[in-house]
């Protein structure tokens, strides 16, 4: 039996040899502290977000009114792309206000790197001059390839220095004096954080001739948007046969912070179903709802149904709809177009 161990680990000596002669060079790369915080701040920033909860919460408490400014309805697309022109760590970022895709206040590149003089992560910005729903559209980003920092579609923005705050990012422009090419009276200083789950984002504007704080934006809190999760959905309606809802009208995508998707009904009413992570004030936790509205999202419940926050499958079937919501991945897609083959 010894023998046998000795002759079992010879073998793997053998085999291992040819893995140490290849890797006895091999030299760890080593990254500055700023080089690790880019990686990460890469890997937790991308997403789609949403401040609808922002809205409600600003209604219910009376925080909406003319003194203290108003937020609008926001929702963000940042996604990491593979741009070489623009440098190694790209972001693509698209906003949309008053859940109105077309109504794009903010398209824009943000090319990354690590600034080690600065002990920060620097953003150089790139905006389109015209603004047009990309993401929104659902369209891909492959226009994008042909574009360089120097394109005639691109404004050079002012650069961002992001730096570690405990668990989140904080960055704020370079210097207090980024133009507002609509009005040259006007500077900005555009602030943002980013953590694993929310993005908040706040503009104050200083008088360029006195360096003055502007009263519009003295009293708006930031905007808080929550980074939402992406579910699709299947809407069976009935069937003729025994009017059991197993014939699938719709395959959506949907998500849960303030998705809709708008549909007629058989007998003709137009109907909304929505998706949310609102908060339960009784309970004092947050409640997954889905829901459908009669005529629009300010129109009569007709049924909802709830859940953890991190669920990843959501539902209803009251015997006239059902809608099951399954966390949007290729494998639950496939699943999904497989279980009603005949719709």
């Known amino acids: 039996m010894k023998t046998l161990h000795l002759y079992i680990s010879a073998i793997f000596l053998v085999l291992l040899a040819p893995l140490y002669s290849q890797n006895e060079n091999y030299e760890e790369r080593n990254y500055t502290y700023q080089e690790r915080e880019l990686e990460y701040l890469m890997k937790i920033w991308p997403g789609e977000y949403d401040n609808v909860e922002q809205i409600d919460f600003d209604a219910y408490l009376k925080k909406d009114t003319p003194e203290k400014g108003k937020h609008e309805r926001v929702h963000n697309f940042t996604k990491k792309v593979t741009l070489p022109k623009f440098g190694a760590y790209v972001m693509y970022v698209e906003e949309y206000q008053n859940d109105d895709p077309s109504n794009i206040t903010r398209q824009s590149i943000y090319s990354l790197s690590a600034d080690e003089e600065a002990k920060a992560i620097r953003i150089k910005t790139y905006h389109f001059k015209s603004p047009t729903p990309q993401l929104a559209a659902e369209n891909t980003l492959s226009f994008l390839n042909n574009i360089s920092p120097t394109s005639p579609l691109l404004n050079a923005g002012c650069d961002l220095l992001m730096q570690r705050e405990g668990m989140v990012f904080k960055g704020k422009t370079e210097h207090k004096d980024c133009n507002v090419s609509s009005d040259s009276k006007i500077t900005l200083d555009y602030q943002i954080t980013v953590g694993e789950k929310d993005y908040t984002f706040k503009e104050i504007k200083y008088d360029r001739a006195t360096g003055r704080r502007l009263q519009e934006t003295e009293q708006l809190s930031a905007y808080l948007l929550e980074k939402s999760r992406c579910f699709v959905c299947m809407i069976d309606f009935p069937n003729a046969t025994n009017g059991r809802p197993t014939i699938t009208k719709y395959y959506i ?74 966390l949007d991945t290729p494998e639950n897609r496939k699943l999904q177009h497989a279980l009603r083959p005949g719709s």
């Open 253 to 326: 995508p949907i998500h849960d912070q303030g998705g809709k998707f708008e549909f007629d009904y058989d007998d003709g009413r137009h109907m909304v179903l929505g998706m949310r992570n609102t908060w339960s004030l009784g309970m004092q936790r947050e409640t997954f709802v889905i829901f459908i509205q009669e005529g629009s999202q300010k129109g009569k419940t007709l049924i909802y149904s709830w859940g953890n926050p991190g669920a990843d499958r959501i539902g209803f079937n009251p015997g006239w709809i059902r809608v099951q919501c399954d």
